[in-house]
């Protein structure tokens, strides 16, 4: 892998120190960004081995529960893909790679991980979030106050939108588009002019929210990745309240190795929706994980005290 000064990382600046810190532990002098696309060597179908199963923390009547997952299946994934953004439709994955210079829109060939077209972004742009809406992909940049439009049949440019602020998540609930900015506020987009039309303060039992990133509508809920977390949050956007967390630490840990480099975290959700497969994967991950949310098991119900014996 390639080392690249620090001004190449997307050193968020919520996060900024945490993971410059961790780059330093490992005697690291610059950041690693994201390396040449290379082709993953891959089998000919999904490694559909022993389920993997991870329970949820105890319901209570008073925390936000937390789902466990399973693992159904594997999929191979480009080793060096900076996922920003992932998108399942008819049959066909979409992603969006970041990093100044490598930043891509592609579309993929789930069984394999074989990258079956994309395009290049200019190096002046960093790939962010990605929808599909009426034929078309939508893909952020990140600083750049860009989203590009392509062609999904072909992924030829179209013509562009801006924005104000940052972008990092983008979804589409069928009537708005939502987009993320890394804060703890989600801003409802016009799907055809991107002007915006409101925005929601995300809140767990009246506390914010924040690092919302890549995005992804499923079955009336958003999903969010958390920066920097094994967690996504799933969102009633109407009110911003949580209703849920899905936790999915030890994924990585799954054959093969984990990632050594701290940029290379959980973020890429997407949704088959005629199947009701949901995809998860990361920054640079050697793998696409097909997994199925467990809801935790009720706490157990108090035993109650002994009836004293008369005397």
Known sequence: MHLFPATHLR????????????LAACGRGGGAGPTPQTTVAAPAQADRGAAVTSAGSPATSSATPVWGYRVVATYPHERYAFTQGLLFHDGKLFESTGGYGYSTVREVELATGRILRQHRLAPNYFGEGLILRDG????????????????????????????????????????????????DTLRF???????????????????????????????GLLWANVWHTDRIVCIDVESGE?????????????????????????????????ANRIFVTGKNWPKVFEIEPVPPKPSPAPTPAPTPAPK
Do not use: C
């Open 11 to 22: 050193l968020k600046p919520l996060a900024a120190l945490a993971v410059l810190a961790g």
């Open 136 to 183: 078309q992909l939508i893909q952020l940049t990140w600083q750049q106050n860009t989203a590009f439009v392509y062609d999904a049949r072909d992924l030829r440019p179209l013509f562009t939108h801006r924005f104000t602020g940052e972008g990092w998540g983008l979804a589409d609930d069928g009537e708005r588009l939502i987009l993320s900015d890394g804060t």
């Open 189 to 219: 987009m016009h799907p055809d002019s991107f002007v915006e039309l409101g925005r929601v303060r995300v809140r767990e039992k009246g506390r914010p929210v924040t690092n919302l990133n890549e995005l992804e509508w499923i079955d």
């Open 242 to 274: 949580v209703v849920r967390w899905i936790d999915l630490s030890g994924l990585i840990q799954l054959p093969p190795e984990p990632p050594v480099d701290p940029q290379n975290v959980l973020n890429g959700i997407a949704w088959d929706e005629r």
